[in-house]
């Protein structure tokens, strides 16, 4: 359902970047799904990135050498709003543990 002069957040953006596949597990927040993320045309090496990382930590992903229009195999993991709320310290801490690991594909 649409409402008219209701705009979109940029997340509803963002969404259209990816595919979805399997879910590949879940846990307490969440879950993970294999997706498939295209790079926006339009963006440059440092902006579209697949993953958001906090401004205060060194955990952003590099965009270097993804091209607009490139595909790149991602795992995502989906936390619904409401587990959120109260636990983001908790949720930052997950987010560093997974953008610490190696990736998955």
């Known amino acids: ?22 879910e ?38 590099p965009g270097a050498n993804v091209h607009p229009g490139e595909k790149r195999e991602v795992a995502l993991k989906v936390i619904p709003k409401k587990k959120v709320k109260g636990n983001e310290s908790v949720v930052w801490s997950e987010m560093e543990v997974i953008l610490a690991s190696p990736a998955p594909f």
């Open 1 to 22: 359902m649409r409402f008219p002069g209701l705009a979109q957040p940029p997340s509803y953006v963002k969404k259209k970047n990816y595919v979805l596949h399997q």
């Open 24 to 61: 590949l597990g879940a846990g307490t927040f969440g879950k993970v799904i294999r997706a498939t993320w295209t790079k926006p045309s339009g963006t440059d090496d440092s902006s579209g990135q697949p993953v958001f990382a906090r401004t205060d930590t060194k955990l952003a992903l």
